[in-house]
């Protein structure tokens, strides 16, 4: 899935707890902080609509019109579909107008630009990024809103939430919808059939390379197109093992401190994607890397969770998703877990805040999150256990690793989207040994240097 996503910390009891939730509403007035009485209470599951367990004290009429912009990718649409449905079943009074798609983010962009944009947005997909967003000024401060806020189940939706909202310069302007975390893939049943050693550290990933390519098979396939792949699951990971475990190298790049780029522990982590290079690595395009994958000629690709959600349809019968959140850890070292959110927030030139906000309280219910799973296969950023739940076993996996304490989890952490572009562009350029890692620093260093004065 074509997704640009932030990195985040989990803080959870259990990480892909709960699936995700969301939702829509309406009004011209400010929300109070205090679920809409004309939000009901979620569906308990996707085919019950959320109209059914509808509070009967409908004290607050939203009307008006209400736009929601969604991307859809790797999740699909059925979840927005649904919840945009119930929400607007709830809310009879309301106009509720669904702008999404594939290249939604691209064809709203003037509107942004020109100050006319949707009221509700969810940040995912190429094409938008939340730190560009809150320094462009257009996004609503939820700061004070979330201290109090509840949802339509009279849950404080602060307290509900696995990884909790990030801040910038102290104040909240998103709030976590998703959670879902970068790793690398394999295909289980072949590993079985071939006898190969499912990786724990780097070099054991390294080794079992050796003995996938002696098989006539490929070892490892990334998206060259779309870097942010192998920074994501390979990458960002590597700096902080490399750096201790301590994630807060990653935060110092974030605030465009040009001596954390130039630490030794990036150049160790860029020289670790030069091993892996060097062991027959291939990059090819978004979904045929992935189509690749699926058929075995390759053994291992770096993604996200939603993999197997957005390749549904193509997923031969028997292939059994195997999954580690990072590779690039010395032997008995600490798997590190990138994790990333999609998230949803309100537009500070919206015309309808009241609708929007209780949309978001409408979404951040458990019933939401149970339909979320339902319909997208994700994990949510919902507190909950789902280990007896009907969750793939993928997700369950990916759990084990995110609640266990010795795993490292990298907090929520955007970059400027210039060095972002940067940093993509370089790794590309390294995965094809058009430079060196000491040329990666210096494109980026520079590119910091630009964006600082």
């Known amino acids: 899935m074509i997704m640009k996503k932030k990195f985040a910390a989990l803080g959870i009891s259990a990480i892909v707890a709960a699936v995700t939730l969301a939702g829509c509403g309406s009004n011209n007035n400010e929300a109070s902080n205090s679920p809409s009485a004309s939000a009901p209470a979620a569906s308990p599951s996707a085919s019950a609509p959320a109209s059914e367990s509808a509070s009967p004290d409908n004290t607050v009429k939203l009307t008006g019109d209400f736009e929601i912009q969604y991307f859809v990718g790797g999740y699909g649409d059925k979840w927005w579909k649904k919840v945009i ?214 053994a291992f690709i770096p993604n996200g969770l939603w993999l197997p959600n957005e390749m549904s349809k193509d997923i031969p019968e028997g292939f059994d998703f195997g999954f580690i959140p990072s590779v690039t850890q010395e032997a008995g070292g600490k798997v590190v877990a990138n994790t990333s959110t999609a998230t949803v927030a309100i537009a500070k030139n919206g015309k309808n805040k009241e609708a929007a906000k209780a949309f978001l309280q409408f979404i951040f219910s458990k019933g939401q999150a149970s339909q979320w799973a339902e319909l997208s296969g994700a994990p949510s950023n919902i507190k909950g256990d789902i280990s007896s739940s009907n969750a793939p076993n993928f997700v369950k996996d990916a759990a084990k690793y995110l609640t266990d304490p010795n795993t490292v989890v990298i907090p929520t952490i955007t970059y400027n989207a210039d060095v972002d572009k940067a940093m993509m562009d370089a790794t590309d350029a390294l995965t094809i040994s058009k430079i060196t890692p000491e040329e990666w620093v210096k494109r980026v260093t520079d590119v910091v240097k630009k964006v600082s004065k």
Do not use: C
């Not at 809310?91 to 006319?116: A, C």
């Not at 990030?166 to 394999?186: A, E, M």
């Not at 197109?225 to 974030?254: C, E, F, R």
């Open 85 to 298: 449905a119930d929400f607007q079943a709830a809310n009879p009074d309301l106009n509720v107008k669904e702008s999404g798609g594939p290249k939604i983010n691209d064809q709203m962009k003037p509107r942004w630009i020109g100050g006319n944009p949707p009221d509700f947005v969810y940040i995912d997909g190429a094409g938008l990024n939340d730190r560009q967003m809150v320094e462009d000024g257009q996004l609503e401060d939820l700061t004070e809103w979330l201290k109090d806020a509840k949802n339509i189940d009279g849950e404080l939706i602060s307290d509900i939430l696995a990884q909790p909202a990030q801040q910038f310069d102290g104040k909240v302007y998103n709030i976590p919808l998703v959670l879902n975390s970068w790793g690398v893939f394999w295909n289980k049943a072949l590993f079985k059939e071939k006898g190969w050693t499912e990786p724990t550290d780097f070099q054991s990933f390294l080794d079992v390379s050796d003995k996938i390519k002696a098989d006539g098979t490929t070892p490892f396939i990334h998206t060259g197109k779309y870097p942010y792949y192998i920074n994501g699951s390979i990458l960002y990971p590597a700096i902080v093992s490399a750096n201790n475990n301590d994630y807060t190298i990653l935060q110092d790049m974030a605030a465009n401190k040009v001596e954390a780029y130039e630490s030794p522990a990036v150049l160790a982590a860029l020289n670790k994607i030069v091993a892996l290079r060097d062991k027959a690595s291939i990059q090819i395009n978004h979904t045929d890397s992935q189509m690749l994958f699926l058929q075995n000629k390759d």
